[in-house]
């Protein structure tokens, strides 16, 4: 055997072997953050999380009633992946900017971790330097002012201390910090928030990224997975334009909605443009993933109003299968005009429940089997 098969064979061995050994950016995360991590990898093996924004807040036509769900309703059982939204904690408000009390949220994701499922955190937050602005407020050279501006810098790190208190608020019943995803200055690839691409240098969101990631790791937060989350990106090098570095990223994902034209004699080849477009992500982010030895996922998606009956098999299926995604999370339901998940009677609800019986697709009841928080079995561990 040459010397340079040898050395290929070693490269691939390290490879393979690494890929469950991995752990969290943060070297003092909690034990169950460790473990939620490698469970997160192992289970990514066997299949996809489905995930639902707000999923126990509210739904088509309810709020705030204890044990409901949009999806539960449809398929008698939780998503295992639920997102919360944490803008207008940063202004000391007691709910966030979609009305969601953040007691109630504390609450929520309680029950989320009770139940064995992942909670996932988005935040848009205003403007550090002009505070009564919106994420959505264009604003160039935010971030270069930030770190020009003491005043703004203060304000901003109080934002933080507020954000890392509230995470660690978030405890299991016997007082253990509940793991979660955190998915800050997400979107970045596009321009409507004012990290985004257009008003802010590579260089200056990787400052951004890096300074706000060490500070919660100073704060303790070490129940948190930073979770790097583009938009729509057109190669490899494109993605990674702006990433942060391996020590500072636990999961790489990209947001990609489905928006097709009305026109009903455009829709076949739409649909199959955007399958065809967002599973090249999916394999541009799955090669990332593996040579980073990080989890992947597809952290928001979803069809407004769903007026395609068939969409989750017929879409959805074919961009997640077999593509080693952790999960695949859909938008809220915030009411009639404005939802992303089935409720009870609406169109696409019954290819939702065969969307639901694929056995590569985890809702909550198969993940609670998984035993997300605890050590992965020395067997499991092997087999990988």
Sequence with gaps: MTRTLLASLFLVFTHLTSFGQASPINKKATQETRNLYANLKRLSQ????????????YGVGWKYEPGRSDVKEVVGEYPAVVGWELGHLELDKPMNLDSVPFQKMREFAQEVYAKGGLNTFSWHLNNPVA?????WDA??????????????????QSWLDGLAGFMKTLKG????????????LHEHTGSWFWWGRKHCSPEEYKQMWRFTVDYLRKKKANNLL???STDRFTSREDYLERFPGDDYVDIVGFDLYHRPPAAPNQLAQANQNFIQDTRRMVETLRQIGQEKNKVWTLSETGLE?????????NVLIPI???????????????????????YPGQKSADDFKVFYQNPRVFFINKVQQENLYAPVPQNKQAAK
Excluded: C
């Excluded at 604003?139 to 901003?156: E, P, V």
């Excluded at 109003?305 to 098999?313: C, M, N, R, S, V």
């Design 131 to 135: 505070p009564s602005k919106t994420s």
């Design 320 to 342: 997640i299968k077999d593509a080693g995604l952790s999960y695949v999370m859909v938008w809220r339901n915030a009411r009639k005009d404005h939802f992303y998940a089935p």
């Design 46 to 57: 066997k299949g996809t999380m489905f995930g639902h924004q707000d999923a126990l807040a």
């Design 173 to 184: 019943p016997n007082g253990e910090l509940i793991p979660v995803v955190f998915r800050p």
């Design 305 to 313: 109003t769903l007026p395609q009956a068939d969409w989750w098999t």
């Design 226 to 228: 930073f979770a790097y």
């Design 139 to 156: 604003a160039d050279s935010t971030i270069q002012h930030l770190f020009k501006d003491k005043k703004a810098m203060k304000r901003y």
